[in-house]
C-alpha cells in the first residue's frame, strides 16, 4: 500500500505535457483483436488501466512487445481463448470491450463482470440490447457475460434509450465486423469515440458520422493491421487546467486538442481564471480570487463528469455559494465527504452539491474512492494550510501517468510513500 503526501499553500506554475487518453486507450487496445495481425499504438499512457487491458490481451494468446515507454506493438494473430477471467475484468470498467471486439472476430466472448471505480450500478443493458440486435445469444452466468453467435452476425438499426458510451464502444466494434449496415442512433459523441472510429477506418473498417448522435457502420470481412496514435487525454488536461486555476498557478498545459477542451475553460473563466490558446497547448493562470459558478455535467459536448470532481475543489474555495448538478453518473459525490473533513461547506442532495466556499481549507488524512475524486483530493491538497496524506492512490494510479513527476515539475512537494501493513494482533 502506498500513498500521497502533500504540502499544502502551493502554486503550480511551468509546462505539463499531457499523455495519451486512458478512454480512448482502453477500447483501443481491444479493437485490435479486430484485425488478425500486427498493430501499433503510439501515445499510449503508462497507467494500470492500460496494464491490464495489454495483460488480458497476452492470457487470451496474444503478443504485446513495448516499443518504446508508450508505443506498444499488439499482434494478435494467435488469438485462441475468447475469455478474459476475473481477476483481470475486476480491475477496470474497460474489460467489457473485449466483448465487442471478440464477438466481432470470432462470434463469441465470455467476459467477466466489470470492475472499476463504483458509481453504484451502472447497468449494461444498452450493450445487451445491441448485441441481440446484431444476431448475438447473451447470458450472465455465475458473474460472467457469454455471448454467442447461432447464424450470422449481422447489421441492425440499433436506438440506445440513453446516451451511453460504452455501449456506443461496445456495438461498434461488433458490428465493424457484421454483415451489411448497423445504424446506432442517441450514440455517444466524446472524443475517444471519434478515436476508436479512426483507428477502426485505419485497420479497413468503414464507420461514418463518429462524432454525432447517428453512426453508420458498413461491416467489412477482414481487417488488417496498422499504426496508430492515441488522442490526447482531455481529462489529464482538463485536470491540470484546474489545479492551475485552482492554486492561482500560471501553468502551461501542451499536446492537447483545445477545442475538446471548450466546456471547461468557459467553466474556469467564469470563476476568474486567464485562459490563452494556442494550436495545440492551453495555458491556464489566474490572479484574481476564485468566483463560483453552476456546473452541469451533460454527455459531449457538455461538461465531463469525469472534470467534476476537481471543479468541486476549485469552487470549496470561492468567494460564494456554487450549485453542481450530476447529470451522468450515480455517486460520483463520494469524494464530499473528504473535502468537508478539510474544512469544505458542500451539502448534497441526491445529484445536486451546493458549495458554499469558504476561506480556508486545512490539510488532512483523506482517501481516495474513484479515480477522478483522488485528483480532486490533490487539487484540495494544494489549496489547504498545511500537509495531506492521500490513502487508496491506486485509484489515481488508473488514470495518471507519473503524476507525482508532472505535478513536482510544476513546483509541487507531493510524495509517494509507502504505507506499513496493520499489525495482526495476537491476542486470545
Known amino acids: 500500500m ?14 505539463v505535457t499531457v499523455g495519451g487518453a486512458k478512454n480512448a486507450a482502453v477500447a483501443l487496445i481491444p479493437a485490435a483483436i479486430l484485425a488478425k495481425g500486427v498493430c501499433v499504438l503510439e501515445n499510449v499512457p ?28 499488439i499482434d494478435t494473430s494467435h488469438v485462441v481463448d475468447p ?21 466481432g472476430r470470432f462470434k463469441t466472448a465470455s467476459v467477466s463482470m466489470p470492475g472499476g471505480c463504483n458509481f453504484g450500478v451502472r447497468p449494461i443493458d444498452q450493450h445487451i440490447k445491441g448485441f441481440e ?3 448475438c445469444d447473451v447470458t450472465i452466468d455465475h458473474g460472467m457475460i457469454n455471448a454467442s453467435v447461432p447464424g450470422e452476425l449481422t447489421g441492425s438499426h440499433i436506438y440506445f434509450d440513453v446516451v451511453t458510451v460504452g455501449a456506443t464502444i461496445n456495438v461498434m466494434l461488433a458490428a465493424a465486423r457484421a454483415k451489411g449496415l448497423t445504424i446506432l442512433e442517441n450514440a455517444a459523441k466524446e472524443p475517444h469515440i471519434v478515436d476508436l472510429a479512426n483507428f477502426l477506418n485505419s485497420m479497413g473498417a468503414d464507420i461514418r458520422g463518429a462524432g454525432t448522435d447517428v453512426i453508420k457502420i458498413h461491416g467489412v470481412d477482414i481487417m488488417h493491421g496498422s499504426t496508430y496514435s492515441v488522442v490526447p ?12 486555476a485552482a492554486t492561482f498557478g500560471d501553468v502551461l498545459i501542451k499536446n492537447i486538442i483545445p477545442k475538446h477542451m471548450e466546456s471547461l475553460s468557459d467553466k474556469l473563466v467564469k470563476t476568474g481564471a486567464i485562459i490563452e490558446e494556442f494550436d495545440d497547448a492551453i495555458r491556464v493562470s489566474r490572479t484574481e480570487e476564485i468566483q ?3 456546473i452541469k455535467t451533460m454527455p459531449h459536448p457538455g461538461f465531463p463528469t469525469d472534470l467534476q470532481p ?13 450549485v453542481i448538478t450530476e447529470g451522468v453518473t450515480d455517486n460520483r459525490y463520494r469524494y464530499v465527504e473528504e473535502l468537508t473533513r478539510m474544512g469544505a461547506n458542500i451539502q448534497v442532495d441526491g445529484k445536486v452539491a451546493v458549495i458554499q466556499g469558504v476561506e480556508r481549507l486545512t490539510g488532512a488524512q483523506v482517501r481516495a474512492s474513484d479515480l477522478r475524486a483522488g485528483v480532486a483530493l490533490i487539487i484540495a491538497a494544494f489549496m489547504a494550510d498545511g500537509d495531506t496524506e492521500i490513502e487508496d492512490i491506486h485509484f489515481i494510479d488508473r488514470g495518471y501517468e507519473d503524476v507525482v513527476g508532472k505535478l513536482r515539475n510544476l513546483g509541487a512537494n507531493i510524495r509517494r510513500i509507502d504505507v506499513p501493513d496493520s499489525p495482526v494482533s495476537t491476542a486470545l
Open 46 to 73: 503508462n497507467i494500470s488501466d492500460v496494464s491490464y487491458q495489454l495483460r488480458a490481451l497476452t492470457e487470451m494468446g496474444g503478443r504485446v512487445r513495448y516499443l518504446n515507454k508508450h508505443t506498444v506493438e
Open 292 to 294: 463560483p459558478t453552476n
Open 310 to 322: 476537481q471543479m468541486g475543489a476549485l469552487l470549496a474555495k470561492s468567494n460564494g455559494t456554487s
Open 133 to 135: 440486435s446484431l444476431g
Open 83 to 103: 475469455t478474459v477471467p476475473y481477476e483481470i475484468a475486476s480491475h477496470l470498467r474497460a474489460s467489457y470491450y473485449f466483448l465487442g471486439a471478440l464477438i
Open 2 to 15: 502506498e500513498k500521497f503526501v502533500v504540502e499544502g499553500n502551493t502554486r503550480l506554475e511551468g509546462e
Open 233 to 244: 487525454d482531455q481529462i489529464e488536461a482538463g485536470t491540470y487546467m484546474v489545479a492551475a
